[in-house]
Nanobody
Framework: QVQLVESGGGLVQAGDSLRLSCAAS????????MGWFRQAPGKERMFVAF????????YYADSVKGRFTISRDSAKKTVYLQIHSLKPEDTAVYYC?????????????????WGQGTQVTVSS
């Protein structure tokens, strides 16, 4: 089992930056891929980025490349999502998830564990 708790969301203005955190606990994390997804009002959940806990390789959705940075702190067992130049269209609930399969995925169905989500609202 893996428990994930997100934090760091809130109400911000367009152009601001924000860092979301995902604290992980439970089983050994080294074999996991950690992903961030987001779900805007009335839309499907979408992949944002992932990071391999071991090795730290990353991958981003094309729509967020250049503005979003995913990272992890192994000592703190925490994954971060840094967002710069926030736009109103970034408004969504952001979810952290863990994929225990050996191959990283960008589809949520492969992720076994999910956090409760953190709301990010960007005002124009």
């Amino acid at each position: 089992q893996v428990q994930l708790v997100e934090s760091g969301g809130g109400l911000v203005q367009a152009g601001d930056s924000l860092r979301l955190s995902c604290a992980a606990s439970g089983r050994t994390l080294s074999s996991l891929t950690m992903g961030w997804f987001r779900q805007a009002p009335g839309k499907e959940r979408m992949f944002v980025a992932f990071i391999r806990w071991s090795g730290g390789s990353t991958y981003y959705a094309d729509s967020v490349k250049g503005r979003f940075t995913i990272s992890r702190d192994s000592a703190k067992k925490t994954v971060y999502l840094q967002i710069h130049s926030l736009k109103p269209e970034d408004t969504a609930v952001y979810y952290c998830a863990a994929d225990s399969t050996s191959t990283p995925h960008i589809t949520g169905v492969w992720y076994d564990y999910w956090g409760q989500g953190t709301q990010v609202t960007v005002s124009s």
